[in-house]
């Protein structure tokens, strides 16, 4: 069984500060977010790029800084393209393991590289003092968690049962969760075509998140 929730259940977001946002179900009728985590990748993103103009998609990659840092020629045809960026840290940090100042300071040596105000944390660990030290007034940070997550990472589950996961639970307002990454490649080259073609096929704009 997975240790990972597809759909978050409504309940989660007790647990979370209120200012963050989980989808966008309240201010869309026709509109879906899909999301893109860990990269960029010289390889692995450029495809997702491919797949993107097919439909005309345009989605938001949450970004390591470090790979920005090794990979900057990506970062900036991922922006070129019209797509938007955000903060993932600069060492993929588990904010659960991870002490505020530290994980705060490492949020800030990304935003060297990359300017932007959005922010996820990695794995959606994040404590309520790393969330209040980001997220104080004045400071612009939004931060941005998901409804729904496709499991590209996880080698037990097929690709199309990737593609289902999604699919299966998507709706106008959902902010799904990919994965431009060697370990996501192989679910995701199968799984993201799907669920670009269904979105397509229901009539849905697929948008940079607002």
């Known amino acids: ?9 409504g309940w989660l977001k007790c647990f979370f500060p209120a200012g963050m946002v989980w989808d966008h179900s ?9 999301t893109f985590d860990d990269g960029p990748h010289p390889q692995i993103t450029p495809f997702v790029l491919d797949e993107l103009k097919k439909y005309d998609a345009h989605a938001t990659f949450f970004c390591v800084g470090n790979n920005v840092a090794r990979y900057p020629d990506t970062y900036k045809t991922v922006l070129a393209a019209g797509h938007r960026t955000g903060n993932h840290t600069y060492n993929h ?11 705060i300071r490492n949020i800030h040596q990304a935003a060297k590289h990359i300017d932007s105000p959005l922010f996820r944390p990695p794995y959606g660990r994040i404590k309520l003092s790393q969330y209040h030290k980001l997220a104080k007034r004045g400071t612009g940070w939004k931060v941005y968690m998901w409804d729904i997550l496709s499991g590209d990472f996880d080698n037990t ?3 199309q049962q990737c593609a289902d996961n999604v699919i299966a639970h998507i709706v106008p307002g959902s902010i799904v969760v990919f994965h431009d990454s060697e370990k996501a490649w192989e679910r995701l080259r199968h799984a993201l075509p799907a669920v670009l073609q269904y979105c397509h096929s229901k009539g849905w704009r697929m948008a940079a998140l607002p």
Do not use: F, R
């Not at 069984?1 to 259940?9: H, R």
């Not at 309240?26 to 899909?34: E, G, K, N, P």
């Not at 940090?93 to 994980?103: C, P």
């Open 157 to 159: 589950i097929t690709p």
């Open 26 to 34: 309240q201010h869309t009728a026709d509109t879906v977010y899909i």
């Open 1 to 9: 069984m997975a240790s990972y929730w597809v759909k978050n259940p």
């Open 93 to 103: 940090l588990n904010g659960w393991k991870t002490t505020a100042d530290h994980y």
